[in-house]
Structure formats: C-alpha cells, structure tokens
C-alpha cells in the first residue's frame, strides 16, 4: 500500500507536467479578419451620415439665427418670442440628436464587434480541443507573463480556422 501512494505522489508532478498550453493574440486576429474590416469601413460611414445630418442642422440653426438677429429689431414681440422659441427647439434636437446618434453609434459598434469575438472565441476553443490544451491564454488581455518557452502560440493556428492569411 505504501508503494503504491509513493508512486501516486512521485507521478503526480509529471502529470502536471504534461499538461500542454497555450497562447494566442486575439488583437492580431481581429485585426487581420474581413469582417473587421468591414466593421470599421461601416462605422465610419454611419459615423459620417451622423455628421453630415448634424452639420445641416448646424446650418439651420446657424442660418435662422443669422436671419432672427439680422430682422430682430423690426419684429413685433410675438413673433420676436416664437422665433426664439423656435431656435431654443432647434438647439435642443440638436443636441438630442447628437446623443442619440453617439448612442447608436457606440451600440452599432458593440454589437458588431461582439460578433467578431463570438466568432473568434469559438475558433479557438476549437484549437484548444483539438490541440488537447488545458488552456489557452490571449496575450492581449494583460496577461502578466506566458512563457513562450512552455507554452505554444496557436495564433496562427486560428487564423487558419477562420481562413485568414
């Protein structure tokens, strides 16, 4: 019984040893993947519709105030306060508008983005299987220290899974 707890314990740290892991830079992939760039080609056109529709409402208010401080003097109090009122209205959507569109954009982003690393993960995780790996790391979440020396890098190994050169 005793031989066979001492060679329990003596095979323990080699079967730690065994153990296999490995590393990957997720940045790298997402960068180099299609679908990202396609992300950012949209972004920045939706970004850019935003802008557009917000610089004509810039325009606007610029144009009514230009036209309300040029005919100010001469109009009756009614409609000096209706004018008002209505660039204060304009200033407001304005501004609405601005947070509304950064709302949608930072949520465009996200959802677009999420797809990319659902699609990234579950590549990996494929890797990881396949490999028999107890673990894979991503070097681009702030990972202290992986020893490249005990650990493998299948970076490359995804990018192939997800047909990425």
């Known amino acids: 019984m005793?031989?066979?707890?001492?060679?329990?314990?003596?095979a323990m740290p080699m079967a730690v040893f065994a153990q296999k892991f490995a590393h990957v830079n997720s940045a790298t992939i997402?960068?180099?993947m299609p679908e990202y760039t396609q992300a950012l080609t949209d972004m920045q056109n939706l970004q850019k519709q935003y802008e557009e529709e917000l610089q004509k409402m810039q325009d606007e208010l610029k144009n009514k105030?230009?036209?309300?401080?040029?005919n100010q003097a001469t109009l009756p109090e009614a409609v000096k306060q209706r004018r008002e009122q209505e660039l204060q209205d304009l200033n407001i959507r304005m501004q609405q508008y601005y947070q509304t569109s950064q709302e949608e954009l930072q949520k465009a982003q996200s959802e677009k983005m999420q797809a990319i690393q659902t699609k990234v993960v579950a590549?990996?995780?494929e890797i990881g299987v396949a490999g028999g790996y107890v673990y894979v790391m991503d070097v681009t979440s702030g990972i202290p220290f992986i020893s490249e020396t005990l650990s493998t890098d299948v970076t490359n190994q995804v990018k192939e899974k997800l047909g990425i050169k």
Do not use: R
């Not at 005793?2 to 329990?8: E, G, S, T, Y």
């Not at 105030?65 to 040029?70: F, S």
């Open 2 to 10: 005793k031989k066979l707890i001492i060679a329990v314990l003596l």
């Open 30 to 32: 997402i960068q180099a």
């Open 65 to 70: 105030m230009a036209d309300y401080e040029k």
């Open 123 to 125: 590549a990996i995780k």
